[in-house]
């Protein structure tokens, strides 16, 4: 089965996503995800100028020797345009690979290990009773698992905090937002906001935080040890990860569990974490670190020290990373969550797909394949627009982590 022919497709149904299209010699074709939230055109130059042109006439049916034509041959290893450019490639060959003999994509991993996802949604409010009433909402749409962030007193904008109910989009601007942060305001007012959590909504519900790569390794132990009252289901990227071993200070602090690695692009990234069992939870997706050939390899490692998966689904990530996530999600043996932030409907008409929500949970269905097409004539009707991620400073002007 022969490549023979692939190409990038650019939309913007309300924000950007990058998408590849392989098609081959039999009439099957592919789809993967490429989408690199505010440099979404640094791997559609990756994919056009330097991949594409080296697939076409390969065979489809070699997906890990095409995984490591590309990560080998490029020489240039790992990061996020390169690992981007490799999971799309990649998650588009087991598309093909699943059609071809007619099977969802999940049983060619390995087949079923649970019936349906537990996934988490997004509430954020403005201030404490916002927050409130936004998880309570989320609970009454029958979720399980909620991830809860709020405005911070003093503080004008904080990380999380979306303008509408369901939606959340930080990229929002041509050019950066700039916020403004204070670590130590966060540090008083959060525990005050679990507390809240747990009085009005019990302790059946399934809590999560993100830091947003905030705290120092220090402040991040503070945090994780004020927040243990509260039972989290984790506290994620409470310190940068960059240098892994800044996870053994929190952890040694600290029994709230921790979760890790959506901005990772390989296992090199997670190593030290792993195998030192600082963390509980990796959170590398398949869009993020090379897809599923990738990911099922960290998953496997990780599974040697009892860390579950809990993989990235912000809504920069496309239906296709979804849909994608999702069969790995149902075969993945150690299992911990999905992330999921709902699409805009506008998306979802573009990304036409057989997954579905019900009562907490995400189902896949029997599609063969990954169960994710591209409408590509509704795709061209969107065309692309400049959106960046916002920044943030300390209150005296300093650069912070955003
Ligand atoms: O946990 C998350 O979903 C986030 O940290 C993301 O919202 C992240 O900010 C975006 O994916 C950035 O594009
Ligand atoms: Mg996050």
Not at 12 to 27: A, Y
Not at 118 to 142: F, K, P, Q
Not at 362 to 374: M, Q, R
Request: hydrophobic content about 40%.
């Amino acid at each position: 089965m022969r490549i023979t022919g692939a190409r990038v497709i650019v939309t913007s149904p309300g924000r950007n996503f990058v998408t590849l299209k392989i098609e081959t010699d039999q009439g099957v074709y592919g789809i993967g995800d490429a989408t690199l939230n505010g440099r979404e055109k640094s791997v559609v130059a990756y994919l056009e100028d330097h991949v594409i042109p080296v697939l076409i006439g390969r065979d489809a049916r070699r997906i890990e020797d095409i995984w490591q034509f590309l990560y080998r041959g490029a020489y240039w290893r790992r990061g996020p345009v390169t690992m981007r450019a490799i999971a799309a490639v990649d998650v588009a060959l087991w598309d093909i690979k699943a059609k071809a003999l007619g099977a969802p994509l999940y049983d060619l991993l390995g087949g079923r290990s649970r019936d349906g996802v537990l996934v988490y949604g997004h509430a954020n409010g403005s201030d404490l009773e916002d927050t409130v009433e936004a998880v309570g909402r989320y609970i009454d749409a029958g979720y399980k698992a909620v991830r809860a962030q709020s405005g911070v007193p003093g503080l004008d904008l904080a990380y999380g905090v979306g303008r509408g109910d369901m939606y959340y989009e930080p990229a929002d601007a041509t050019l950066p937002t700039e916020t403004t942060w204070d670590t130590r305001k966060y540090l008083r007012y959060l525990p005050t906001l679990f507390e809240a959590l747990r009085k009005e909504h019990g302790f059946d519900v399934a809590l999560l935080h993100d830091g947003h790569h905030r705290m120092t390794p220090r402040e991040a132990a503070q945090l994780g040890k004020s927040l243990e009252p509260y039972d989290l289901f984790w506290l994620e990227d409470s310190t940068p990860a960059e240098n892994q071993e800044a996870f053994r200070l929190i952890r040694q602090h600290t029994t709230t569990p921790l979760a890790v690695g959506e901005v990772f692009n390989t296992i090199w990234d997670a190593k030290d974490l792993i195998q030192e069992q600082l963390i509980d939870y990796i959170r590398t997706t398949i869009v993020g670190a090379g897809g599923l050939t990738h990911l099922r390899r960290i998953a496997d490692f990780a599974s040697l020290w009892s860390v579950r998966t809990g993989c990235h689904g912000a809504t920069d990530l496309s239906p296709v990373t979804m849909g994608a996530a999702l069969h790995f999600d149902t075969w993945v043996p150690n299992f911990g969550i999905q992330e999921y932030m709902r699409h805009s409907e506008e998306t979802d008409a573009v990304f036409p797909h057989d997954y579905r929500f019900d009562k907490g949970m995400l189902y896949v269905g029997d599609t063969p394949g990954h169960g994710v097409d591209i409408d590509e004539a509704l795709a061209a009707k969107y065309p692309y627009e400049p959106r960046q991620l916002p920044v943030a400073r300390l209150e005296d002007g300093t650069m912070w982590n955003w």
